[in-house]
C-alpha cells in the first residue's frame, strides 16, 4: 500500500509539472525565445547605459535577486541603489553569445538561464569569467518584468 502511495503522489506532482508541448519548445529558438532574448538586451543596455528609469520599470516592484555572493534583495529599492552606486560606469555586462536559453512557464512567462560575462573598468577593462543566471520573466498586462534573478560567479 505505501508503495501505492508514493507511486500515486510521485506520478501527481510529475504530471502537474509536465508542460503539454514542452518537448517541442526549442529553448535556442523561437518567439518566446526571441521575446526574451530582447527583454534581456533591453534590460542591459540600460543596465550597461545606468538608465535607472528603464531598469526600475523591469524589474517587478516584488523582486527578488539571489546573488551567491551577496545574498538576498527583496528590496527594488535597495537594489537599484546597489546598482547606481557599484555598477553604473565601473561595469559593463556582455552576454555569451549562443549560451541563451528560454523556457516557458505557463500563465506566468519564461525563465531564461544563459552566461554572461563583466568588463570591469576599474581593472583595465578586465573581462570575467563567464558567469550562470537565471531570470524569471512575468508576462502581465502585455508587459515583461523579471521578478527573479539568481546570478552565480564563477570563483569571481
Known sequence: MYKHVVFSGVALLAALFVIPGASAQNPKSGELYNTIFHMDSVYFNAYNSCDMETQAAIFADSIEFYHDKGGLETSKKALLAAIKENICGKVTRVMVKGSA???????????????????NHAEQDHLSAPDKFVVIWR????????????SLHAGN
Request: proline share 6%; net charge neutral; hydrophobic share 40%.
Open 101 to 119: 536559453e528560454v523556457y516557458p512557464i505557463p500563465g506566468y512567462g519564461a525563465v531564461e538561464i544563459a552566461l554572461h560575462q563583466f568588463i
Open 139 to 150: 508576462h502581465r498586462d502585455g508587459k515583461w518584468q523579471i521578478t527573479r534573478v539568481i
